[in-house]
């Protein structure tokens, strides 16, 4: 998907995504925010309707500032730290998952399945892969322990039946499967892509559309999905990006690094 | 007693630590001297994480002793895990996360090393790997964690971690087992000659590392006479007892970042990148041999980044003081 | 739920944390609004050790508040301890250590109620009960330790505390179950007004206590902006979720100590011993009347240590930076 | 024991201890110690022969140096960490017992037995004490995790056959028992009073006298402890006080706090 207009504005798949994931975000939430798209979407939650969301990076941040034109290449530089409330060692910020302190973890992956989980570790089967990916980091944590929201591009070789590795759980095999594994907290909560934005069923756990993008059709979604997707009766159509949405995007990320 | 044990024996771990000379002695060294303190086939921790406090200096001078079949332990790897891999210093890298960062994309060195089964990049949780630091720090051979269960992360470890139920509620649990490595290598802002450090901003995982390790090499942006170490013990995050080498390496960790002196050298990392990623096993070598084995000293290395780029880092590097 | 469970569900601990308002927000209230977050019956913490940095204000409101039936935990319990007990605040009180002092030997008052079956001292050792904190924190229900075996200490515990093997070792260790107090009371030099604390010195169990609980009660020698704990976000050691009320009362922990702020009253404190060591009913009830059910407000307390006594204790206070 | 004359110089019971146990301690050691007795003992050492002596607190802290006349109250408190090294959070410092960072712990107790054993919790039945002491503080991990010099005035009903409370582990019943138990690190190591310096036999982990304090007689120990003591063959006898380490105590203690 290249570049859409929103009545005389265009803007990028990127953009989009980070737009509609930011708000889902909710004032007052405690986020546990990978960079990228993730702090893009968090940073214009902030700014927008949610100004008491407090921002938290793996690095071992609490509560930052991102200051616009400077986002941080991961969230272990000092860059992640401006303004913030606290800097406290990498285990402990991961600890306040376990601990509870987490509304919710907002992240991406290479693949997703038809239950919600994400794959960011072997391409091919982990012990002869065709790609070694770079890896859980926090990804295993952050969704083993709260709730999730993933943003991601939808693409066909993303979203498949069965993912090749589960780096972060979602609802494992569907039905009650994560809390039998083990996992009795959280799980996976929204799915938001350039195309639409999914949740899963409360009983089966399989993905279903919400609601779509602007301009985007069901059959496009399912086009761009290998495996069969439920959608809500009640399905509706996300409000456009709005320009001061667009702008903030653009303030906070000037050369596109993560919105190209 | 094999270098590759999971879990060390209490009576292994409190007999290396009984062993050290642990009374409050100088131990100012170069970088050289240090390199000599880590044998072949040490298990080596790293702090700091990705692009910051990268013991940068360090791995460097071990890559020119031509230290070879290290294990390396890090939180998240960044480009010293290509360069462990490329120079044969390390072929086990045991970490969370490991590509020099997302904007670069995915690593071809680690790729190229992984994939042809050159070297093995051993994933966990970012959190099991902190804690594996920490119950190694706290001389405990376990400690439980609710993540990585249910997960393909725990299946392909194997025995390396063991479901268990906590004794006094019965809820399901892993086992993470203890990391007590040989050697910790931490890059700080400032230490004393005995080495007691004081550590600015972002921790990671260092102290427990320190705690973890059987010694500590440090290198340091500056030393700092005791007394001032002592005029605010509460900053001091890692004891002296610890440590077994303080080297003062200004620009220690470039080109990655040291939490208020100085940015990522952006430029030597692009660099970097387009070489590797047009081809991993030339473009690697081409790096070693320029950077590595090339410089005659560590400011020659720092020559050839550059004076204007590294002023231009350290006024980035500071500007967080001007919140 | 009983307020007595040993070690409180994940279930519990989860749905306790999700139910408070975690957002940004002031919390600055009065001592007496803080103690109505108190319960009778609940388990509340105390941060602090012996004679440093006791929450003494906090308390001194609960008794005045008549709250009662509390169950205590403490690294080390000092005269806060007897109050608790005299009072009937308290009836349990989980610590490994409580006297008034070395110097000023058993405490009577402890004596009393023990022997007398009025009141319960569980005893841990003090690691155990830092680790049952730190359990509390880490949100595990429990910590392996290699202390308390082998000992009377573990014994009297009876099922709170579990022998087990290391999964990965096989090695014998001691299972502590994790502590969860409902409130953590703390006293801390400076905090702003979500609660962000800076902790200056000696800092005991003090963050794991923080992390442990459901909630903290923040008392502050002063309240500072937020802008003040945001240029150095690494000096602060309690974020602000944790936190349900900040209250500002100077000389917060008299007739103890608060490191850089000031050293113990020990007029009081011998004055204190004096009426106790006669009688701990009848002492223990005079010193009650008097300086805690007697004063007006916690500033009429403080005149009656008198002015010359807090400066004299001010000037020992800052001693140290001296250094 | 009242006062006793050393040539001309008049020392205390508790001065005597201190010093006496202070030269126990080896320069470069780490020394967990109590304060009391145990600090003063280890000020001292560290004064004379073992610069390089770095001494612990419970409390938190590394390697302090105490302004003499600024005795703390106990080890919790600020004049515990004039011109430390470190201050840490006590919990932490205790885990460098079990890290195995320590050589040494340094304490007193209300009573002992023949293998070492320590009581500071309760006399008479723990579930119907006729005195609750004040517990056991660190004692219990310190003495579990690492070898120990216990300093404590010599009298009978301190020196008891069977301690009412094992608070601090000994040697437990002699033996192997301790690392049958489950003890496998460190043990009593000396036991110093105003009479005598006693350590344990090697095989059967009873108490012996090692050496007798000035003036003092074997028969006087075995008269002031309540079962039977060994003795080695070449029991010596302890130089006396000398008028350096006693001036140096009073400059430590000038209000005789802890040696009265």
Partial sequence: MTEQTSASIAYTASELIAIMAGRLLVDGQIVFAGVGIPLLAATLAQRNHAPR????????????????????????????????????????VLLLLQRGYIDVGFMGGAQIDRFGNLNSSFIGPADKPTIRLPGTGGGNDISSLTYMIVAM??????????????????????????????????????????????????????????????????????????FPLRRVPEITTTALPRSEELALIRELDPGRLYTA | ?????????????????????????????????????????????????????TPMAMIWALIRARKQGLTISRSITSTEGDLVFASGLGRKIISSWFSQGIVWGISKVMRHHVEKELAEFDEWSHMAIGLRFRA???????????????????????????????????????????????????????????????????????????????????????????????RAPDHTRIPFFTVEAVVEVPYGSVPHECYGQYEPIFAQLDRYAALTSKDPVAGAKQYLDEYVYGPKSWPDYLSMVGMETLLTASRRGRVIFND
Same sequence: chains 1, 4.
């Fill in chain 2, 136 to 230: 190694g720090a706290m001389g405990i051979p376990f400690m439980p964690v609710r993540s990585m269960i249910g997960s393909d992360v725990a299946r392909i470890r194997g025995d390396e971690v063991k479901p268990m139920n906590c004794p006094f509620t019965g809820e399901r649990l892993m086992a993470l087992p203890a990391l007590n490595p040989d050697v910790a290598l931490i890059h700080v802002q400032r230490a004393d000659a005995y080495g007691n450090a004081q550590l600015d901003g972002l921790q990671f995982m260092d102290i427990d590392i320190a705690m973890a390790a059987n010694k500590v090499i440090l290198t340091t942006e500056r030393i700092v006479s005791n007394d001032q170490i002592r």
């Fill in chain 1, 153 to 226: 591009k939808h693409e066909k070789r993303r979203f498949v039946e069965h993912v090749d590795f589960i780096t972060s759980p979602g609802w494992i095999d569907g039905g009650a499967s994560r809390a039998e594994r083990g996992l009795p907290m959280g799980g996976m909560w929204r799915v938001v892509t350039d195309l639409a934005v999914m949740g899963f069923d409360e009983e089966t756990r399989e993905m279903e559309v919400l609601a779509l993008h602007p301009g985007v059709s069901f059959e496009q979604v399912q086009d761009n999905t290998g």
């Fill in chain 1, 53 to 92: 969301l407090t921002i938290l990076f793996e690095g071992g941040v609490i509560g930052p500032f991102i200051v616009p034109g400077e986002l941080p290449p991961s969230t272990n530089e000092q860059r992640c730290t401006r303004r913030a409330n606290m800097v406290l060692p990498s285990t402990d």
């Fill in chain 2, 1 to 53: 007693m094999s270098k590759e044990t999971l879990v060390k024996s209490y009576d292994t771990l409190r007999r290396d630590v009984a062993a050290r000379d642990r009374g409050l002695r100088e131990k100012v060294m170069t970088l050289e001297e240090a390199a000599t303190l880590v044998s072949d086939g040490d298990h080596v921790a790293l702090g700091g994480c990705t692009l910051s406090r």
